[in-house]
Structure formats: structure tokens, C-alpha cells
């Protein structure tokens, strides 16, 4: 399931520490400690984000990744914390 130009993620868990700039989620019955990008990722799409949006940000934040795209590098990412229950796809109705 492939992220649409208008689809929005949001980052979701039941209960999260933060330090040193990375958070440990709890969410559901899993328990991830994030990196300090996956960290900046949930934080910025706490109340919901575009991908595009959220690729700009991270450059900003961090810089333009090596060897890939910012929008092909903010997929990957978030396909794992997907796997992990940390994120979510928002689809317009």
C-alpha cells in the first residue's frame, strides 16, 4: 500500500520516553526505540503530515540524504515504523 500525493502519515503510540533525542515508543504490544531521524519523524507527524511535507522538513532539519531521494528515504522509514504501529496512513474521503 503506496503512499498517494494526498495521503497524510501520523505518528501514533500509547506511551513514549524521550532522551538524547531518540524516544522509545510503546505502541500496542510493541516497543521500539527510534533513531534520532525515525524521532524527529514522529514528532513531526504527530498531528499529521504529507510526505512531501515531511521530506522538506527532514532536509531542513538534517540535510539532503546521500545516494536516494528525500521523499524515497522518508518512505522507507516510515514503512518500518508502520510495520512497528508507530505510524499510519491518513487517506482523504
Do not use: C, K, Y
Not at 524527529?40 to 512531501?52: F, K, Q, S, V
Not at 532539519?61 to 512497528?84: K, N, S
Request: a negative charge; zero cysteines.
Amino acid at each position: 500500500m503506496g503512499l498517494g500525493a494526498d495521503d497524510r502519515v501520523r505518528s501514533v503510540w500509547d506511551d513514549v520516553i524521550e532522551r538524547d533525542g531518540q524516544m522509545l515508543v510503546l505502541s500496542g504490544n510493541e516497543v521500539s526505540l527510534l533513531s534520532i531521524v525515525a524521532t524527529e519523524i514522529a514528532r513531526a507527524a504527530h498531528d499529521g503530515i504529507t510526505l512531501e511535507a515531511l521530506a522538506d522538513h527532514l532536509v531542513e532539519v538534517f540535510g539532503p540524504p546521500q545516494h536516494t531521494d528525500g521523499v524515497d528515504a522518508v518512505r522507507e522509514i516510515i514503512d518500518v515504523l508502520m510495520q512497528r504501529g508507530v505510524m499510519v496512513i491518513e487517506r482523504p474521503r
